[in-house]
């Protein structure tokens, strides 16, 4: 029998110096499939079969661009987005902008928590409302007194979960080609209520709380190693801290991407081939994963809302709160004790009871996930527009505002979301 090769060393060390590559960007990435891009995917691919794949294809590179700037932007200035953005915009401008995000993340946690606790009655048979409750204010709890690094190290265990959406792929028949044309755009669905679905896919995907958090991920960063410095202050950093966030975003947003084509491709399979084309409840989506997990679909897929959402809720309560405290000129950071950082918790804390009520407004979890999305999706065009400001600002960014690919594919991202909005909009009042 042949001897099996161990690693060598330097191989070893490229695989540790790869892995310490990953940071900010990957957690971005992971929180972005978080309940409300579950139940987006999900009915996306039971309405429309495989005709809005392309979707995902598309925003790859429009979202990994508008993260690497939300990257650039902490790492060169060191400080939050919205701190950047009042240096060179009127206040009011900013605090309309911040209000716009807390607005948004508000209903996405209250729609995410809501989803948590009707994922747990699935398995459990009972007490939705008392779940929801319970994981709000677990939540909460945890981001007050454990640092998130390694709360997301634990999460990221259930988040796994989601990669049953995968193995579906493989315990089922799917027609390679039909999944083809819907990946390259062939018969792409155009009607009114696909171009609503469009802008839910946008907006769940290149999403205004997943740029503020890269930013101050990047921020944080810079806080915990005393050798590291912003880039305005040490140029000679750079093109090791580029190559880093390059392939950070690159990975975490692949890995996003392709759990939603999994997740898209396997409700088209499931539900829309057998004229399940409209998902209502939590047992709707969960039956995608049947052909895989069989009896224990429902649990699995509770493990991946529940895991998502844990992971998803203090990244959009926490963006809200460094955008509100640094408009406010409060201290800022997640590694701050609750005492420490006043403000700045009691925004978190807001954002999340202020969203509880979401499970007492008789909306169904699932509906509010989805139409949380299709508003991320409208509010991310002015967020999109103030961030290229601020990327090609020499005053925030010095040498290092964004190059022509990045600064290209920045501004792309930010006509394609006005673009489907614009196309939703027209499409809904004709």
Do not use: C
Not at 214 to 219: K, P, S
Not at 234 to 243: G, K, N, T
Not at 288 to 302: H, I, Q, R, Y
Not at 400 to 417: D, E, I, N, R, Y
């Amino acid at each position: 029998m042949a001897k099996t090769e161990r690693p060598t060393f330097r191989q070893r060390v490229r695989s540790v110096a790869l892995f310490k590559q990953l940071g900010p960007g990957l957690i971005t990435g992971a929180a972005d499939d978080d309940p409300s891009g579950i139940a987006t995917y999900s009915q996306g691919g039971a309405q429309f079969g495989f005709g809005l794949l392309w979707t995902l294809v598309l925003t790859f590179p429009l979202m990994a661009a508008i993260q690497l700037v939300s990257a650039h932007i902490g790492r060169v200035t060191g400080k939050g987005l919205a701190s950047n953005m009042g240096a060179i915009m009127p206040r009011w401008l900013v605090t309309a902008l911040v209000a716009l995000l807390f607005l948004a993340n508000t209903i996405n946690v209250g729609a995410d928590v809501a989803a948590m606790g009707e994922a747990a009655k699935l398995v459990i048979g009972f007490g939705e409302h008392e779940f929801t409750i319970l994981f709000a204010v677990v939540s909460v709890l945890l981001q007050m007194f454990v640092s998130y690094k390694r709360y997301a190290r634990l999460l990221t265990v259930l988040t796994l979960s989601l990669f049953a959406y995968v193995a579906v792929l493989f315990s089922i028949h799917l027609d390679w080609g039909q999944v083809g044309l819907g990946v390259i755009g062939i018969h792409a669905n155009l009607s009114a209520a696909a171009a609503t679905t469009i802008v839910a896919i946008f907006g769940t995907t290149i999403s205004p709380y997943l740029f503020f958090w890269q930013t101050a991920g990047e921020v944080e960063e810079l806080d915990h190693h005393d050798d590291q410095h912003s880039l305005k202050d040490a140029p000679d950093e750079a093109p090791r801290q580029f190559a880093r966030m390059r392939i950070d975003t690159f990975a975490g947003m692949a890995v996003s991407n392709l759990v939603g084509l999994a997740i898209m491709i396997s409700t088209a399979a499931t539900l829309h081939a057998v004229g399940k084309t409209d998902i209502n409840t939590a047992a709707d989506a969960a039956r995608a994963l049947e052909p895989f997990a069989g009896k224990f679909a429902f649990a699995l897929f509770s493990l991946g809302i529940i895991g998502t959402g844990l992971l998803a809720i203090p990244v959009l309560a926490g963006s809200a709160a460094y955008a509100v405290s640094e408009t406010r000129g409060w201290k800022v950071g997640l590694d701050n004790k609750p005492w420490e950082a006043v403000g700045f918790y009691a925004v978190i804390t807001a954002a999340v009871v202020l969203g509880l009520g979401i499970d007492y407004s008789g909306i169904d979890p699932i509906k509010a996930l989805y139409w949380s999305a299709v508003l991320n999706g409208v509010i991310s065009v002015p967020m999109m527009i103030a961030m290229m400001a601020v990327a090609g600002s020499k005053r925030q960014m010095g040498a290092f505002t964004a190059g022509p690919l990045l600064k290209f594919l920045g501004w792309a991202s930010a006509l394609v979301m006005t673009a489907a909005t614009v196309v939703m909009i027209y499409v809904s009042v004709r």
